[in-house]
């Protein structure tokens, strides 16, 4: 059995759930999702909170359990709280400005980069070495999170890079690193 699927989804103060059949939408106070549902899963509303259930214990419908019901806990989350990625620039000269709603990034190449937000996505510079990406979908500000530090990984022999917030990078010896 699905451990994740089996959860029920509670409903915080100040959002409205939408059920039409295999759509579902969530209305809160950041905004609007919607989504349709996967493979005949079933989503029921009791009291302040969703159930999903599977119509089968067939191998496809026990896989979009447990997927079903992350998909709509983090609407309901979205549209409550929203999400939010933060990236750190590393590196002497590295540095970020806002423009308008997108960014430009320095980043040790010969020319600027800039950025523009996708479509549900704020991009904010915090001082000169900080990015916060912001929105309602989870998948979107992830996705922008990772397009942004896909332009500079970082390095594993000097650390420098852009990386997501708190992440650890393991650097490597180098060439004389063996020799002792």
Same mark, same amino acid.
């Given at each position: +059995?699905?451990?994740?699927? *089996?959860?029920?989804?509670?409903? !915080?103060?100040? %959002?409205?759930? +939408?059920?039409?059949?295999?759509?579902?939408?969530?209305?809160?106070?950041? &905004?609007?999702?919607?989504?349709? %549902? !996967?493979?005949? +899963?079933?989503?029921?509303?009791?009291?302040?909170?969703?159930?999903?259930?599977? !119509?089968?214990?067939?191998?496809?419908?026990?896989?979009?359990?447990?997927?079903?019901?992350?998909?709509?806990?983090?609407?309901? $989350?979205?549209?409550?709280?929203?999400?939010?990625? &933060?990236?750190?620039?590393?590196?002497?000269?590295?540095?970020?400005?806002?423009? &308008?709603?997108?960014?430009?990034? $320095?980043?040790?190449?010969?020319?600027?980069?800039?950025?523009?937000?996708?479509?549900?996505?704020?991009?904010?510079?915090? &001082?000169?070495?900080?990015?916060?990406?912001?929105?309602?979908?989870? *998948?979107?500000?992830?996705?922008?999170?990772?397009?942004?530090?896909?332009?500079?990984?970082?390095?594993?022999?000097?650390?420098?890079?852009?990386?997501? *917030?708190?992440? *650890?990078?393991?650097?490597?010896?180098?060439?004389?690193?063996?020799?002792?």
């Amino acid at each position: +059995m699905s451990r994740i699927g *089996q959860s029920p989804i509670t409903i !915080p103060p100040g %959002v409205e759930i +939408m059920l039409n059949g295999a759509k579902i939408r969530a209305k809160g106070p950041h &905004g609007e999702l919607a989504l349709e %549902v !996967p493979g005949n +899963m079933k989503i029921s509303r009791d009291g302040d909170s969703i159930l999903v259930t599977r !119509p089968s214990d067939s191998r496809t419908h026990r896989s979009l359990h447990g997927l079903t019901r992350s998909l709509v806990a983090n609407m309901v $989350q979205g549209v409550s709280e929203g999400f939010r990625k &933060g990236l750190e620039l590393q590196g002497t000269g590295y540095r970020v400005q806002q423009d &308008g709603t997108g960014i430009v990034l $320095q980043v040790g190449f010969s020319h600027p980069v800039p950025i523009s937000a996708a479509t549900g996505v704020t991009l904010t510079a915090e &001082g000169n070495n900080r990015v916060l990406v912001e929105g309602i979908d989870k *998948q979107a500000v992830g996705e922008m999170a990772a397009q942004i530090r896909r332009i500079r990984p970082p390095n594993v022999y000097t650390g420098k890079g852009i990386r997501y *917030q708190g992440e *650890q990078i393991r650097l490597k010896a180098g060439k004389a690193g063996g020799r002792r």
